[in-house]
């Protein structure tokens, strides 16, 4: 119904006339003319519609790519922090046991190719975090990652399992010697002091080394053995490293089983003091008894502190296990009222750290009605490194209500002589490693000197000298003669559960 264009017809022959049948042949060629004009309008418009779709088409995929790209990116992102740890950016612990199940089966098909697990753990973290804020905590940790990761050689790596603790593992792991030197060397280079916040920081850290093994079930049992080798490290005076051996290996799913133990036998009180008495080396007579903690174990007999200190000191246990074995002493003297000498308690480094233990130890012995005279605190040097104006307070407090104050293990600790004064002492324990020495055949000089300048200085200060590990008649005598007040060991009478007559 619309006009596209006009058909025109003319003749130049004055006689020819159109008639009704050419208008008629004319309107069905110009029915043809318009046909064909819409069918090109109608091609041209089908191609510009395929362009404009192309067109379309290509942008689109564009945008697709772009939101592909960046959903790859994000599951990168992802990826990565599932196996990495936010705080330091190091592999996790997810990390280092996808890779430890992957060596493991390289391991069995080639047993003569073991790898090596380090667990590494800061030494006294939690007082750091305590003491100076989850931030310096931070801090420290950050350093340790990357003091860490320098040290390593790909494919070796570290990995943050949690908290304070770290493994390291090591691909090639068949020289033992190999093994210590790298031990060693991370023991050394985390000891250089961390800058917190302004001053400088010494943390040292414990290590424990597992070496892939043909009978070891499965990665968790690797990992159980290095666990173990670090507590081991730990109990033996921290700062070290320790590898899993043998015999270890028997008694390590004992240290994981530990703790969970040792909360139960607080539970069930099988915690219990045992006594040793101190006597007098002028007359023989009694001054009193160390108090010494014995683990009643139901299926494993009586455990000496040898047995479970270590990893009841780790876990903090030791805090509650000591309550209760300071309170059935209390009661002991209670129910002995012919033992009229003093108690000497092993106190806990742990317990010094705490501002109400002073009085929490008063408000025990007067509950049991027990003059805080007839008591007498046993401390190590130890206790005092971590906060020593704090574990001051401590024992001024106690010495102020009558408690003796006793050093113990003198001689062995890091013999800060130069605390002595500051401290209120009232007694210096003769550590028995220079006991030992005494009274041999050939006399032991070294220890005869300790012995002598100990008693000398004691008595310039006014303290008692306590000798311990006394085991023969030769070294009592010995002691004796050196000038030593007291004296108590093996010789004298064991430790047992009851508590003597004075
Ligand atoms: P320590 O305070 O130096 O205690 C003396 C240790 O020497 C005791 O070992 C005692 O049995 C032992 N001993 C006594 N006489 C002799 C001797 O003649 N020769 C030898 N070789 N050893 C002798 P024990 O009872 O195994 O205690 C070991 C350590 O455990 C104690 O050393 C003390 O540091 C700690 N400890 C003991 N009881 C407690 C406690 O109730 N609480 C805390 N926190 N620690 C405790
Ligand atoms: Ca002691
Ligand atoms: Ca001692």
Redesign the pocket.
């Known amino acids: 119904g619309r006009t596209l264009g006009v058909l025109a017809v003319q003749s130049y022959d004055a006689g020819l006339k159109y008639d009704e049948r050419d208008r008629e042949l004319l309107l069905f060629v110009s029915q043809q003319i318009a046909n064909s004009l819409q069918r090109r309008a109608a091609a041209q418009a089908l191609r510009q519609a395929n362009a404009d779709l192309e067109l379309r088409v290509l942008q689109r995929t564009q945008e697709l790519r772009q939101q592909i790209a960046e959903r790859e990116r994000v599951e990168l992102q992802l990826q990565h922090e599932v196996v990495h740890d936010a705080l330091t950016g190091l592999p996790n612990r997810k990390y280092l046991f996808d890779r430890l199940e992957r060596l493991f089966g390289l391991f069995r098909r080639e047993p003569g190719r073991p790898f090596a697990v380090m667990f590494m753990d800061i030494d006294r973290f939690k007082l750091i975090n305590d003491s100076l804020g989850h931030a310096a905590g931070d801090t420290v940790l950050r350093t340790f990652s990357t003091r860490l990761s320098a040290q390593l050689r790909a494919p070796d790596f570290v990995a943050r399992l949690s908290g304070d603790e770290f493994a390291v593992l090591v691909e090639d792991g068949r020289d033992p010697d190999a093994l210590a030197h790298l031990a060693q060397r991370l023991l050394a280079d985390m000891q250089q002091a961390i800058e917190v916040e302004g001053s400088k920081l010494v943390v040292t850290s414990s290590i424990g080394i597992a070496v892939a093994r043909s009978n070891h079930a499965d990665v968790e049992e690797l990992l159980r053995c290095a666990d173990a080798a670090m507590y081991r490290a730990k109990s033996a005076g921290r700062h070290r490293f320790e590898f899993h051996d043998e015999q270890l290996q028997q008694s390590s799913l004992g240290v994981l089983t530990l703790e969970t133990e040792l909360r139960q036998a607080l539970e069930q009180r099988q915690?219990v003091?045992?006594f040793?008495p101190v006597v007098r080396l002028a007359d023989g007579s009694l001054r009193g008894c160390?108090?010494?903690?014995?683990w009643q174990h139901p299926q494993r007999g009586l455990l000496?502190?040898?047995d479970f200190?270590a990893v009841?000191?780790e876990s903090a246990c030791?805090e509650a296990?000591?309550w209760q074995?300071?309170e059935q002493?209390m009661q002991s003297v209670i129910a002995a009222p012919r033992f009229k000498g003093v108690l000497?308690?092993?106190?806990?480094?742990r317990?010094l750290q705490r501002d109400d233990f002073a009085q929490r130890l008063l408000a025990l012995a007067a509950r049991h009605g027990l003059p805080a005279q007839r008591l007498c605190v046993?401390i190590?040097e130890g206790s005092l490194i971590d906060d020593p104006v704090r574990a001051a307070a401590q024992l001024q407090r106690l010495r102020e209500a009558g408690v003796g104050v006793a050093l113990?293990?003198f001689g062995v600790g890091y013999s800060s002589l130069g605390q002595l004064h500051r401290l209120p002492w009232t007694t210096l324990?003769i550590?028995?490693c220079f006991?030992?020495g005494l009274g041999g055949e050939t006399p032991d000089l070294a220890s005869q000197a300790v012995v002598c300048a100990v008693v000398a200085m004691a008595s310039t200060l006014g303290l008692s000298v306590v000798a311990?590990?006394?085991?023969t008649p030769e070294q009592h005598a010995a002691v004796k003669t050196l000038g030593c007040q007291f004296a108590?060991?093996?010789?004298?009478a064991?430790?047992g559960p009851a508590l003597p007559a004075s």
Not at 488 to 492: A, H, M, R, T
């Open positions: 915690f003091p045992y040793q160390e108090v010494l903690m014995r000496l502190p040898a200190l009841a000191e030791i296990i000591d074995v300071f002493a000497g308690l092993n106190v806990s480094p317990h046993e190590t113990d293990d324990k550590d028995r006991v030992k311990e590990g006394v085991e108590q060991g093996y010789l004298l064991r430790p």
